[in-house]
């Protein structure tokens, strides 16, 4: 009975049936090990893929605010360049504005003076005129100088 025992009874079964186990298992486990390391390794890509695309992403983002700020930085640098200029023209035309008018008091202070000059001329030569008609005795109707005399 033994022996029938030692056939029939599960423990013998599976004494003798574990070395075949671990054997024949050890090829399923080892396939689907390798079904879990594609599994990893896909996983892993996919990763690798999305970080990638993220960083494509910010590198353009980074690029279209970087030509952005650029972009304004030209636009503000333009921006005062032009008022630069503006100021500069009007300054400019402010001084010229104010040359000719500054020229235009010069001339009408030397007319001013020179009409003035003129009419101290004047005033003198009358003056010079009259006090030589007072020192040349006045020729009488038969041209005699008697009070020259004198």
């Excluded at 930085?73 to 921006?79: C, S």
Aim: aromatic fraction near 0%; glycine fraction near 2%.
């Amino acid at each position: 009975m033994s022996a029938i025992a030692k056939s029939n009874s599960p423990i013998a079964s599976t004494a003798t049936e574990s070395r075949d186990w671990t054997k024949a298992s050890t090829p399923e486990l080892q396939s689907g090990s390798e079904d879990e390391s594609d599994v990893l390794d896909a996983k892993v890509k996919e990763r690798r893929r999305r970080k990638q695309v993220k960083r494509e992403e910010k590198q353009r983002r980074e690029e279209v605010e970087r030509r952005a700020r650029e972009e304004a930085e030209a636009r503000a640098r333009k921006e005062a360049e032009r008022a630069k200029a503006e100021a500069e023209r009007k300054a400019r035309e402010e001084a010229e504005h104010q040359a000719r008018e500054q020229a235009e008091k010069d001339r009408a202070e030397v007319q001013r003076r020179a009409a003035e000059v003129a009419a101290r001329q004047r005033a003198l030569a009358q003056e010079a005129s009259k006090k030589r008609a007072r020192e040349e005795p006045e020729a009488g109707p038969s041209g005699n100088r008697s009070d020259e005399v004198r």
